[in-house]
């Protein structure tokens, strides 16, 4: 009787560590509408709260590359030259340490594109354009539809990027 008492606990841990694990792994999924909302719009109230969102969700390689794009997104709008300065930084390594971890993620990728063509020439963050154009438009039709759609519509304004280079089927 004892033997099977703990065959069903065994079941049920293992049960629950799988229902836990999977429920990490939705929570950890991005709102890509709401991300590109916020980061296109370049409102910083907007960009603000979705910084606090990731800040407050589980910690993971796709939260890091999103928050370290929004940073730099941040310090572009903010006035103090100081803050500007911490903050690019700030997200930089966070970007950076997911595209080294992950350096064929054609979407972190295009979040490094969308800060190197805006970045002053001067903190010399526009070297990898030429790279991260290649692996985008090879991998675009892999992409879900959010960040398709945000990549067209960045395209349209972008002098790196060309709306030709990808196409909706």
């Known amino acids: 009787m004892s033997m099977k008492i703990h065959k069903v606990r065994f079941y049920i841990l293992f049960l629950l560590t799988l229902l ?6 939705a929570v950890a999924s991005i709102d890509r509408f709401g991300f590109y ?8 109230e907007g ?7 990731l800040d407050n ?13 929004l940073f730099m997104r941040k310090a572009g709008l903010i006035s103090d030259r100081k803050d500007q300065l911490n903050l690019f930084k700030k997200g930089r390594v966070l970007l950076e340490k ?11 990728r ?10 002053p020439r001067i903190l010399g963050y526009n070297r990898n354009l030429d790279q ?10 892999d992409l879900n539809k959010e960040t398709q759609k945000a990549i067209i519509s960045y395209a349209k304004k972008s ?9 909706l089927e």
């Open 98 to 108: 997911e595209i080294e971890g992950s350096p064929n993620n054609a979407e972190y």
């Open 110 to 119: 295009f979040l490094r594109i969308t800060i190197q063509e805006q970045a």
């Open 20 to 25: 836990s694990a999977f429920s990490e792994a």
């Open 132 to 141: 991260d154009k290649k692996i985008l438009v090879k991998s675009f039709k």
């Open 47 to 53: 960009i603000n709260n979705f910084i606090s969102k």
């Open 57 to 69: 969700a589980c910690s993971s390689p796709e939260n890091n590359a999103f928050l370290g794009a």
């Open 159 to 167: 002098h790196l990027l060309k709306g030709v280079d990808f196409v």
């Open 37 to 44: 909302a916020a980061y296109s719009t370049a409102s910083l």
